[in-house]
């Protein structure tokens, strides 16, 4: 069984930083993406940051230069980042750890609880 448990929300002024931290542990076998997810009241989720099998990262356009997903790989667990530098009001919303697997050619995604993070002076 996956479980994907966030951490490190909260309240943060403008211009501030925060780091937010998951970790996923289980059958991780086949893991295609880990990344971030945020969901704004009244908005659609949408992807942050996510890292890519093989290493690659791709963030969206209003977080590039201000985020930086990394992940550490323990034993049984991986860990995975999200720094957040240079916040603003609009990045207001909750965070979503998120890994997507591909197991006999079937996807499957995981989601964490989410932790809220709220821009505000």
């Known amino acids: 069984q996956v479980q994907l448990v966030e951490s490190g929300g909260g309240l943060v002024q403008p211009g501030g930083s925060l780091r937010l931290s998951c970790a996923v542990s289980?059958?991780?076998?086949?893991?295609?993406?880990m990344g971030w997810y945020r969901q704004a009241p009244g908005k659609e989720r949408e992807v942050v940051a996510q890292?890519?099998?093989?290493?690659?990262?791709?963030?969206a356009e209003s977080v590039k230069g201000r985020f930086t997903i990394s992940r550490d790989i323990a034993k049984n667990t991986v860990y995975l980042y999200l720094q957040m530098n240079s916040l603003k009001p609009e990045d207001t919303a909750v965070y979503y750890c998120?890994?997507?697997?591909?197991?006999?050619?079937?996807?499957?995604?995981?989601w964490g609880q989410g932790t809220q993070v709220t821009v505000s002076s």
């Open positions: 890292i890519i099998t093989g290493g690659s990262t791709d963030y």
């Open positions: 998120h890994m997507k697997t591909i197991v006999r050619g079937s996807w499957y995604d995981y």
């Open positions: 289980g059958s991780i076998f086949g893991a295609y993406t």
